[in-house]
Every structure is written in C-alpha cells, then in structure tokens.
C-alpha cells in the first residue's frame, strides 16, 4: 500500500516531492530474526520501457512491517505509468532465493493541465444573463472548451467571476469535477454567487484546471465575460447597529434604549423589499419604504440564538434586498456587522423582559433603630442608622450585587455582595446601615419608597418599590381615656352598684381636646386587664386590641361588651388599663396618656359576687 495515493493510482503532486511510503501490509514466510536482514528491492516498470530494479533497502531482524519502507523523491520526477512490485532477499541483497509482490499500478504526472499553451476563454451559456434567470434558475452555466493540453478523466475546473476585468486574487467562486476526457466541460455555478456580482453590468470570467494530481495551471485562462442586465440592488453598505457601536455588547440596557440596524444601498427602487439575519434568525419580508431605513430589532429576535443563556460574541448580522415581485433567492446580501451579545439577567426571568423591574422580586424591608417596625420610622429613630434586608432572588451567584436605593436620591446607600453559600429566599441584611443623612437625601426630606437592584456585571433586575410609612412628628399627647361609669362612686370605681351594669358594657369617652383627630383617623385602643388595681398582676388573658375610626365630633364613645373575656375576670378590686393611639395615613399622630380603673363585684365578706345571672358565689 503506498500512502496518501487513492484507488486510481494517481500519485499526488506533493508525494512526488517528498517520496513515497510504502507499508508492507503482510509479513512474508522466514522474515528476518534478531541478527539477520532482509532486503526489499523495488522492481519499476514502466509502460514501454523496461522494468528495472531500485537499490536494495535493508531491514534488520526481527522485520516490523508497521513502518514504512521509503522510495526516495528523485526516483519519481517522470511522467509515466508504472507498475510497481518488490522481491524480498533473504540475509544478501543479490540472493538468488527471494519472494516477490504483485504490482501496484501508479501514475506520476508532474505536468500542469494547459502547460503547453493557453487556456482557452470560458463563455456563458446565457449571454445576457437576466433578472428572470437570477430569479428562476438554480445555476448559472458556463462553457470551458476543454481543448487544453493534458486533459485527463477527473480534472478540475476552478471557476472564478469578477466586476472587473483584473486577474482574482480570491478563492474560486464554484470548483466542479468532470469524469470524461472529451467534450465541452459545462461549469454549473450557483445562482447565488452570480446574484451577488449582479450589479455589475459586465461579469469577467477566468478559469484554472487541476488534475487528480493535484497540479494547478500555473496561469488563468483567457478572460472570458458575459453582459448582465438585471436590475438589482447595488451598493449595500453592512448594517449599522448603534447599540453595538455604543457599549461593544447589546446587553438589556441597551435593549431597553432600543436595539435597531440600518440598512442603506443604491440603486433603490420603491417596494423593494427585505428581510434582516440576525445570527440565525431571518426576519419576515417587509418593504423598504426609502434609504436608510432603520429596522427596530424585538427582544424576541435578540434572545433568539440564546443570548439569555449564553454570551455569544461575533454573531452576523446581514439584511438581503430584492424587487418586488422578485423570490428571496434572487437578493443581494449585505457585508456582515459582528455583535456581541449578553441578556444573561440575574434571578428569575422577567414576564416583562427587558423591562428593569421584575414585579417577581420581593420587597426590601427598613427597620428604624428604636422602632424597629419594617416599613414605619417615626421620631424615635431620627438621627440613627436604619437597617434594610431583603431575600435573596432565586439562583443567586457569587459576586452579584445588590443595591439599595432610596426615593430620596438616586445613589445607592448600601450594597449587598452575594457570598459563598448564599441561597435562595433566605432573609440578609444589606453589608452596611443606611446612615440617616442618607435616609434624609443630605437635607430635610425623608424617603419615602426604596427599591434594589440586582447587578450580575453585564444586566441588572430592580425590585418593586416599597412604600414607607415615615412620620417624625412626635406624637402629641391627649387626654387618658375617661371610665364614664365610674362619677357614680364617690372613689371613682365601678362596682355592683354602677348602673348600668358591668355585664351590659362598659361605658368610655374619648376627649382628646384640645388636640382633635382628623375625620376617618383611625382610633387603636388597647384594654389590659390586671388582678390587682392599678397595675398589679397583669392579666394576659383579659387583653384585647380595638380600631375604629374618628367620626369627626369633638368627643367620641365606645363601649367595651365582651363580658365573659374583658370584665369577668376583674372581680375583687381589679384594674384596668386603657390607651390609645390616633393613627392617620399609616402614622401614629397622637398617644394617651394611660387610663385606669378599679373593679369590683364582690360583696365584702360574703363570697358572693354580683353577674348576670344574679347574686351568688357563682357570679365570681
């Protein structure tokens, strides 16, 4: 077997410069063992002349047939055809008891096709070559006479067209293979690389052959041309993209600002018509109403190729023009723009995409320093830090940051770094407090909403705004809540005697003159029952939260009914506390000061008590 040479038995150009390898493809009988040598002798014959013998190659003992034996360059430089076999002798390169091969067939040829002369000028089949024909063919054809000197079955024709009548310097438009010897050699070239020169009023055609050997004519035929009249596009100019020019990446920033190319050619006609390629996406037709027209490009185009998962770098970008009426296939292509491309967004995708917030995000709560209620400063906490925290969006990374910013200004206050071991929907606090003159903006006006903004490097995702309840009026303080019941006893108690009675309800009045609540605050008072008067033993059990809201009289009553849980248990010489708070848009505007009164439904001395259901022990 001789190496890189193919079943035709055509010997490569470039073997025939270096020499051949020849592989022994089996081991013949009593091969040479440690100490002893074989011979391999090449027998070359040539057609027409007679066989003659190569110098004898050694092979020492023990023979390894997987390297090969070599046949030096300079026995090759002949065109000729040979057949070529070797004999093995045994221990002397002239012993007379050898074994043989068969022949293997080559052809060496070191002679290019149309070395004796010129290549004559290819012709178009077509002369002129149409619109009608770029639009309905698949091939263009073209005509090589075939006449030249050393043709031979296999020969290559590589096929060059040009606007200009200068020699190509580029690689072949089509290359075709032909199997016969005789006969006119038809180049059927794609439409598509013609549609492209169509501009040209004039195509100038060159050719070069190369054999199965691989030699190249050293020189392009004559100049052969053909006349075009179609009427095509001309001039297209490669897409501009601004977003790609401004940032050197289309990232969700700039999507957001709006990503567009530019297509811009001659020889515009109106309804021409066009499609864009985006990587691998192909807008649908749509007409080109004048130039430079720009085209907006959608988010779905820009995440089509995968830019929401992966980076892509260098990604075509071309837009391809033909006449109304005319198929696709017939268009002129622009040069390609390279983009660069990352919508890699960190967290959850967005409904939205690119939209900056994601309304999937949760919240950032703030805590002031006293108050410590997420969401609500008040006075207390004026002049100290705050604190913020937040949960971590799903999928977190090493490196990302989250920023907090405040309706205040827009620069950031604190910055979260997500770190090793960070997970999904776990609760952190930001790296650092918010200072209060950030919270103030640097002046006199608090914040009032705060949302974050995730940055992986290249996109960033915002939270939803959070509303805060900010209120740094001290509240004002009123009067305590007055125990209407209680003017009936001389020491201002309620007892078995106060009508009406304690099991009906308890009586208050609120009279928070002179400071009055504004109509619809909401009132929060809270009862807080205790064993012994005044504040002596609290009962946690006779407890109870209630809201309703300021009508807008001067004064205001609310009575207490629930006497099994609220009055019951304050039966001997209880106390009970009363508060409350004037709340209006979200703040406390006003606190009471604490009320208190005695209860007692026990008659001295008897164990019996006063109830609903009369006077007994029962009653307690």
Same mark, same amino acid.
């Given at each position: ?451 974050? @903004? #995730?940055? &992986? %490097?290249?996109?960033?995702?915002? =939270? ?10 001290? $509240? ?105 708070? @004037? #709340?209006? &848009? %979200?703040?406390?505007?006003?606190? =009471? ?10 008659? $001295? ?16």
């Amino acid at each position: 077997m001789v190496e890189g040479v193919p079943a035709s038995g055509v010997v490569p150009a470039p073997l025939i410069a270096k020499g051949l390898n020849v592989f022994i493809t089996k081991l013949w009988s009593n091969s040479a063992g440690l100490g002893s040598s074989d011979f391999i002798v090449f027998v070359w014959a040539p057609d027409g002349a007679a066989p003659y013998k190569l110098p004898p190659i050694e092979l020492e003992g023990p023979v390894d047939i997987t390297k090969p034996v070599v046949i030096p360059p300079h026995f090759l430089q002949k065109n000729e055809m040979v057949n070529l076999s070797y004999e093995v002798h045994p221990d002397f390169p002239d012993s007379q008891s050898y074994e043989y091969s068969l022949s293997t067939r080559l052809k060496f040829d070191t002679l290019a096709p149309g070395a004796n002369g010129d290549l004559s000028a290819p012709e178009s089949v077509l002369d002129p070559i149409t619109s009608l024909d770029l639009a309905t063919r698949s091939t263009i054809d073209f005509r090589v006479l075939g006449d030249y000197w050393g043709r031979d079955k296999g020969d290559t024709v590589l096929f060059w067209a040009s606007s200009s009548n200068t020699l190509p310097t580029g690689v072949p438009i089509h290359t075709q293979t032909f199997a016969s010897d005789v006969g006119e050699m038809i180049v059927n070239v794609p439409v598509a690389e013609i549609s492209r020169l169509s501009a040209s009023p004039v195509l100038y055609l060159f050719y070069k052959v190369m054999d199965e050997s691989l030699n190249t004519s050293h020189q392009f035929s004559l100049v052969g041309k053909v006349n075009v009249l179609a009427d095509r596009p001309t001039g297209l100019l490669a897409p501009d993209i601004p977003a790609q020019t401004k940032y050197g990446l289309i990232h969700r920033a700039a999507a957001r600002e709006g990503v567009f190319l530019t297509i811009n050619y001659t020889n515009y006609k109106p309804r021409d018509q066009c499609v864009y390629h985006w990587g691998k996406y192909t807008s649908p037709v749509f007409t080109v109403p004048s130039v430079p027209f720009r085209v907006d490009v959608s988010w779905l185009v820009l995440i089509f190729n995968g830019a929401d998962s992966v980076r892509l770098d260098n990604v075509p970008v071309t837009y391809t023009v033909f006449r109304e009426n005319d198929p696709i296939s017939s268009g002129i292509t622009s040069p390609s723009t390279l983009i660069n491309e990352n919508q890699i967004a960190p967290g959850i995708e967005n409904p939205k995409a690119p939209a900056l917030v994601n309304e999937l995000f949760g919240l950032v709560d703030i805590f002031g320093a006293v108050s410590n209620k997420a969401n609500e400063i008040d006075s207390t906490d004026v002049n100290k830090n705050l604190r913020a925290s937040f949960k971590l969006h799903k999928n977190p990374k090493v490196g990302e940051v989250v920023s907090l910013i405040l309706s205040s200004g827009p620069s950031v206050v604190t910055t979260y770094r997500v770190k090793l071991g960070d997970a999904e929907g776990t609760v952190v606090d930001f790296d650092s407090p918010i200072t209060w003159l950030a919270f103030m903006g640097g002046g006199t006006t608090p914040s009032t909403s705060a949302h974050y @903004v #995730i940055d &992986n %490097g290249v996109n960033q995702h915002q =939270s939803p705004d959070r509303t805060l309840i900010v209120n740094l009026v001290p $509240p004002a303080r009123i009067p305590r809540v007055i125990f209407v019941d209680t003017a009936q006893h001389p020491n201002r108690m309620y007892t078995c005697a106060t009508r009406p009675e304690l099991w009906k309800g308890i009586n208050l009045l609120f009279d928070p003159r002179p400071y009055i609540p504004p109509v619809g605050a909401t009132i929060k008072m809270k009862w807080q029952g205790y064993k012994n008067y005044p504040d002596r033993n609290l009962l946690p059990g006779v407890f109870r939260e209630f809201n309703f809201a300021w009508q807008g009289a001067p004064t205001q009553n609310f009575v207490v009914t629930d006497y099994n849980i609220l009055i019951r248990p304050l039966n001997n010489f209880s106390g009970v506390m009363v508060t409350y708070q @004037v #709340i209006h &848009n %979200g703040s406390v505007v006003a606190e =009471s000061i604490p009320g208190y009164a005695q209860l007692d439904r026990k008659y $001295p001395g008897s164990g019996n008590f006063c109830g609903p259901s009369g006077i007994g022990p029962g009653e307690a």
